[in-house]
């Protein structure tokens, strides 16, 4: 997200007062725990501020010398004293705003390899004529001093000092932003280093600061890309990095801007991509030393074809989930398609499987901090876990449930785990009558093929033609009514056997929850682009009229279709509010007899059976 919109939505996320917090006592020499927390012993008015420039070692924008991160801190008085206390972090691209850029065009015709392999009308020269222009409209400097964030007086109270920072190639920091390249990983690393004197930092007249008040014990949390940094600094496995929440962030680039070699938007960001982004965060005082920088990475993010490849490998986190020391404490709204369910399911899947202390919370919001539900246990948790991890506190919060789900009326469930314990693939398939709505069964069509096509029109919104009762533009198969409430927990996929009228198409997948008075909800949707059905990383041409395997992966959720409902699998081609839009006219067709939906049914193919027969 960008411009003003983004602007709005970081200050509720990052700037809003905390109110008015008890002080147990204002000269506090040392923190105070009851039950596991930590109390409000400290003034947090009575605090030390310091403004200082850790070196990182990395020339980002190639000006011969190492970058330097903008940093202030904000700590207890007592640590001029000799108290020594760990460190709550939040780094961010957001603290000196962003600048007013143009997202790239949507209303595109998609690639189609020519018999050499190479690109049809785009080049990597023009790509970089569109770079410059957009780089040319933006405006800076805007870098200010950083906002105290909705948690300072309440964790500066309990004894945690708080540090923020400037990431590359924002306000007071030099390098250059590269929306999750390395040097960003690496700058933010390099608060970590300076706190636990392995780094060295400077004020505004040069001399050396050291970070001699604090146990180097840090946390890192941050909402949207001020939660990616805390993933991508805790997958260097750096030392001091004791405990992470990341809240609504990305795990992998490629996925917050690709589908499976798709180019598809971030949800309300139509045409937003890595440069667009770094465009709009690149706040520092120089206008023109990151330039060549920006074009770089316009060229090399691929709008083309879709492809992943080395340049968003570097972008992916889940890749080094192995190298993690810090606990995850991992945040997500479970209605957040600007940072999708993906993300958090991928990273969170990958720190269990590599052993690193982990909980997640998952809530019915959408882009947003779990904070903003005004929801007292997760003060408590996020103190309880800071507590333990930072302090030593033995409290017991990594021995509990490792799951906290926010159900749709509201109510918060702790689980062991998440995807719920018990979910299992069970398969839907769909049955002829596509235009209107063919039913959706336990058992697969008889016979031989039974063929149902649609035909693209990119200028019609998904929602509307899920509610269309019969359309041309889309294929519906809904399921009898459920006899009991059947919850979807994990990833559900779609195995299509599908042909294409031209050499290119959009392929978008929608789960659909039907309502008895007829009202609908999509539940979530997904994205391939049929090239990549080998690899995402490798585009390989199709051929009209040639019947393919493509498998359509849809966005992980945690939803319950209650009683009475109908669950409806609804195919289309583009998605006017995430993928490329085409001229209308190319034509798609699936075998219904080698077609599949596979659900992650919490009891597994039982509890579908019991529910829809």
């Given at each position: ?333 479970l209605s957040d398609w600007n940072v999708k369910v993906k993300h958090v399911h991928q990273w969170y899947e990958a720190l269990k499987k590599h052993g690193v202390e982990h909980k997640i919370w998952l ?251």
């Amino acid at each position: 997200m960008k411009g003003v919109r983004r602007a709005a939505v970081l200050a509720a996320l990052v700037t809003l007062p905390l109110g008015t917090l008890p002080v147990v006592a204002s000269a506090a020499e040392g923190p105070v725990f009851k039950d596991g927390e930590a109390q409000p012993v400290f003034d947090p008015k009575d605090v030390v501020k310091e403004s200082v420039w850790v070196r990182a070692p990395v020339d980002s924008d190639r000006d011969g010398r190492d970058d330097e991160v903008y940093t202030e801190v904000v700590r207890q008085k007592a640590t001029d004293r000799g108290l020594k206390v760990p460190v709550v972090f939040f780094n961010s691209p957001y603290f000196s705003g962003g600048n007013d850029v143009a997202n790239h065009n949507v209303d595109v015709e998609l690639y189609v390899p020519n018999r050499h392999g190479g690109y049809d009308k785009r080049d990597g020269s023009l790509l970089k004529a569109q770079a410059d222009e957009r780089i040319a409209a933006a405006v800076g400097p805007n870098a200010g001093p950083i906002r105290s964030g909705r948690y300072e007086d309440y964790f500066i109270s309990r004894g945690f000092a708080m540090v923020y920072a400037e990431s590359l190639g924002t306000g007071k920091s030099s390098g250059c932003p590269t929306s999750g390249g390395v040097n960003e990983t690496i700058g933010s690393k390099a608060v970590v280093d300076w706190l636990n004197g392995r780094a060295t930092a400077r004020n505004a007249a040069g001399a050396d600061v050291k970070a001699t008040w604090t146990t180097g014990n840090t946390a890192m949390m941050g909402v949207s890309y001020n939660g990616t940094l805390p993933n991508a600094v805790a997958s260097t496995g750096v030392e001091g990095l004791k405990a992470i929440v990341p809240i609504a962030a990305i795990s992998s680039w490629y996925d917050y801007y690709r589908a499976d070699g798709a180019v598809v938007a971030p949800g309300t960001f139509q045409g937003e991509d890595l440069d667009v982004l770094a465009e709009y965060v690149y706040t520092r005082a120089d206008r023109e030393i990151c330039k060549p920088v920006i074009a770089e990475i316009a060229r090399k993010q691929d709008r083309v074809t879709g492809d992943y490849s080395a340049f968003w490998d570097e972008r992916n986190y889940v890749k080094d989930a192995a190298k993690v020391k810090a606990a995850v404490l991992a945040v997500h709204g479970l209605s957040d398609w600007n940072v999708k369910v993906k993300h958090v399911h991928q990273w969170y899947e990958a720190l269990k499987k590599h052993g690193v202390e982990h909980k997640i919370w998952l809530h019915q919001s959408g882009h947003t901090d779990p904070d903003t539900l005004r929801s007292a246990e997760w003060r408590r948790t996020i103190n309880r876990w800071f507590s333990h991890y930072l302090y030593g506190i033995d409290n017991g919060i990594e021995k509990e449930p490792k799951s906290t789900i926010q159900r749709e009326d509201k109510s918060w469930v702790d689980e062991a785990e998440w995807p719920a314990p018990g979910t299992a693939s069970a398969r839907l398939f769909p049955w002829a009558g596509g235009s209107a709505k063919g039913a959706l069964r336990s058992e697969s069509v008889p016979g031989h093929a039974v063929v149902e096509s649609l035909r693209d029109d990119s200028s019609k919104l998904a929602d509307d033609l899920v509610d269309l009762s019969s359309s041309g533009n889309r294929l519906s198969y809904a399921t009898s009514q459920t006899a009991t409430d059947l919850r979807l927990s994990g990833v559900a996929r779609v195995n299509l056997a599908i042909s294409f009228d031209r050499p290119a198409a959009n392929v978008t997948a929608l789960l659909v929850d039907r309502a008895p008075d007829g009202t609908s909800h999509i539940i979530t949707r997904g994205w391939t682009d049929p090239q990549n059905r080998v690899s995402p990383s490798r585009t390989k041409p199709i051929a009209p009229g040639h019947t393919y395997r493509v498998e359509v992966e849809l966005e992980p959720q945690d939803y319950v279709v209650k009683a009475g409902h109908k669950v409806e699998f609804v195919l289309l081609s583009s998605d006017y509010d995430y993928t490329l839009r085409p001229k209308p006219g190319a034509g798609l067709s699936i075998d219904l007899t080698a077609t599949s939906v596979e659900l992650p049914v919490v009891g597994g193919r039982e509890a579908l059976r019991r529910s829809v027969g």
